[in-house]
């Protein structure tokens, strides 16, 4: 059975185009820090629709992604 973790942009910057491609910002980990939650599933749905959550609560625009871990 597939486990699905999101995982979160760590620093919080828009991509810019005229960024060298190793500084697109894109950087994802899942703690951001000692508060923060590893949160894994067992299906699809749920992470895609916590990720929603936590994208649209963030003032930062944050990216959050959903990637298959096992």
């Given at each position: 059975m597939p486990t699905y973790r999101i995982y979160k942009q760590l620093i919080p910057a828009p991509l810019d185009e005229k960024d060298p491609h190793w500084a697109k910002r894109q950087v994802c980990v899942a703690k951001l820090n000692e508060q923060d939650s590893i949160d894994d599933f067992n299906d699809?749905?749920?992470?895609?629709q916590y990720a929603q959550q936590l994208s649209d609560a963030d003032p930062t625009s944050r990216i959050y992604e959903v990637r298959q871990i096992h």
């Open positions: 699809l749905h749920q992470p895609e």
